[in-house]
């Protein structure tokens, strides 16, 4: 589904004014998702990435730092909570919309 600027918005505003309770029901969704990772998908990443800029010694320290890897845990989880977010209003707008493309 592709969506114009007009059916974006609304999906905007429909993820802005979701109940707490839908709030709730992503959260606890994102975070069983989660848990499901013994390590974070970000990090290897993140760290071959850092390699193109930075020799492995300094890379080593930072895989090892506790608070990155919270960082990063915080980063997915905020990412993660936002997309669902989004794709629950994209449902509800499909559906007031009777599952019309917006193009």
Known sequence: M???RMARNEVQDIADNLPE?????IAAEVDARMSQHKTNPLM??????????YGYP??????EDDEQHEAAEA????AMVRVARREVSIEIYRNKHGN???A
């Not at 290897?44 to 800029?53: K, N, V, Y």
């Open 2 to 4: 592709r969506m114009n």
């Open 21 to 25: 309770s839908e709030l709730e029901l």
């Open 58 to 63: 300094a890379i080593e320290m930072f895989d």
């Open 44 to 53: 290897p990443a993140l760290c071959a990435f850092l390699t193109r800029h």
């Open 100 to 102: 019309q493309e917006a």
């Open 75 to 78: 980063f997915l989880r905020e």
